[in-house]
């Protein structure tokens, strides 16, 4: 009863002195209160889905230590098993992923990164989705991560080669993709530069590699193996090491978008059908 509204004013009572507001003044604060509002509203639904993925990512990295099958799919004769191999003087754990009609397919190695074990490429549906296309998939702790003996990671590129050399004999592997998220990149890298076993390797695939910067340009352009680089948009490490990978002759880049440098874990469909279509080519 006691507000009345012209074009310059807005009288509101407060208390018992009315007070005279501009229109424009409450669409300002309206605005303001508003946009508070839906700011808050962002920030509890982020902190909400860092939770979740902060549960998720956990659950994905946890190590494993199971030794026999852990997963099975008569439908296309995969049988999932755990075992450890005796490599380098230490227990090196795996997932070895067998299925029907994997004879004449080369087998696609899945290494770990420092932050994921193993298990991460079975919790995410990567070995299965592999399986499901016929492909064996060998999943690989490096020594002083997932399953594998806590020793301390091997920093000597000789100590290195020997360990690839040798897992190779141990799966009896005649060809092979390998797939180098992170720091694994560290191992193979200086395989395939100077390691004869380097032949049986048809392709690689590296996810934001360690260890690049080491070689030159020169170097990495004499480097023949059919390589599919990925790295996520966000990674600007990434980024630069696949522009250096992108000198190899036989390479192709792809980015994940949205992503960092753990851009396989964000979107692993893309990530295993990227690796699918690659290994039609190898």
């Not at 993925?53 to 049988?79: C, F, M, N, R, W």
Request: glycine content about 6%; hydrophobic content about 40%; overall charge negative.
């Amino acid at each position: 009863r006691n507000a009345s509204i012209n074009l310059l004013f807005i009288t509101i009572p407060f208390a018992m002195h009315p007070v005279q507001v501009k229109p424009k003044t409450i669409i300002y604060f309206l605005t303001f209160f508003l946009t508070g509002l839906a700011l808050l509203h962002e920030i509890l639904k982020q902190t909400g889905i860092e939770k979740i993925k902060e549960l998720y990512l956990k659950k994905i990295s946890a190590s494993l230590h199971t030794v026999g099958l852990l997963d099975k799919d008569p439908e296309y004769g995969l049988y999932i098993s755990g075992d450890f191999a005796n490599l380098q003087e230490s227990q090196i754990y795996f997932l070895d992923a067998q299925v029907k009609g994997q004879g004449d397919r080369p087998v696609i190695l899945l290494f770990n990164s420092m932050q994921y074990s193993s298990n991460m490429w079975l919790k995410l549906g990567v070995i299965h989705e592999l399986a499901q296309n016929g492909y064996r998939s060998i999943s690989i702790d490096l020594p002083g991560y997932g399953g594998s003996d806590k020793v301390p990671s091997i920093d000597e590129d000789a100590r290195r080669i020997r360990l690839f050399e040798q897992m190779i004999k141990f799966f009896q592997l005649d060809e092979f993709v390998a797939v180098t998220p992170g720091y694994s990149g560290e191992y193979f890298l200086p395989f395939v530069f100077e390691s004869q076993a380097a032949e049986n390797a048809l392709g690689w695939v590296p996810i934001s590699p360690d260890g690049v910067k080491r070689f030159s340009l020169d170097e990495i352009a004499l480097l023949p193996i059919p390589t599919l680089i990925l790295f996520g948009e966000y990674d600007s490490a990434g980024e630069q090491d696949a522009r250096t990978l992108a000198k190899m002759p036989n390479s192709s880049k792809k980015i994940f978008y949205s992503s960092g440098k753990h851009c396989f874990v964000d979107d692993p469909k893309y990530f295993t059908s990227s690796l699918l279509n690659f290994m039609q080519t190898v």
